[in-house]
Structure formats: structure tokens, C-alpha cells
């Protein structure tokens, strides 16, 4: 039972880097956005980037959804024991 905590939180810990990661990438692309013009950075310079954050959050929302699954298995065990 404790491997099965460890392994889950340190799943969540992942987890929560990759939020941050994710927060961090879209508040920069927001400040960036407003310079964009005065550097000539067009929309096609970062399409490949946006579709790599695409990417990387349904594999965060697909992780979070495994892990949740995890955790609803664990208590149900609980409950039965």
C-alpha cells in the first residue's frame, strides 16, 4: 500500500511540474504577444510551438486522468479491506 502512495504522489509531483511549465510557457506567450508586431514575430513563427503546448497538455490531462483513475482504485481497495 505505501509503494502504491509513493508511486502516485510522486506521479502528481510530475504532474504539478508540468502545470507550472505550462502556466509559465502561456503567460510568457502572452507578454510576448504584445511585441510581436515591433519584431516582426508573425503567427506561423510559432505554430509549431502552440501545437507542441497542445501536445504536452493532453498528455498532462491524460496523466491527470490515470492518476485520478489510480487514486479512485486505491480508496475503493481501502473501503473493501
Do not use: C, P, W
Not at 508511486?7 to 504539478?16: A, F, M, Q, S, T
Not at 515591433?38 to 498528455?59: A, D, K, P
Request: zero cysteines; a negative charge.
Amino acid at each position: 500500500m505505501k509503494k502504491n502512495l509513493e508511486d502516485i504522489r510522486d506521479k502528481l509531483e510530475n504532474e504539478v511540474e508540468t502545470a507550472k511549465a505550462l502556466a509559465e510557457a502561456m503567460i510568457l506567450i502572452h507578454a510576448g504577444s504584445y511585441i510581436f508586431d515591433q519584431y516582426e514575430v508573425m503567427f506561423e513563427n510559432v505554430q509549431h510551438f502552440f501545437g507542441l503546448m497542445v501536445e504536452i497538455s493532453e498528455n498532462h490531462v491524460r496523466s491527470l486522468d490515470i492518476l485520478t483513475d489510480n487514486l479512485t482504485d486505491f480508496h475503493n481497495d481501502l473501503k473493501t479491506n
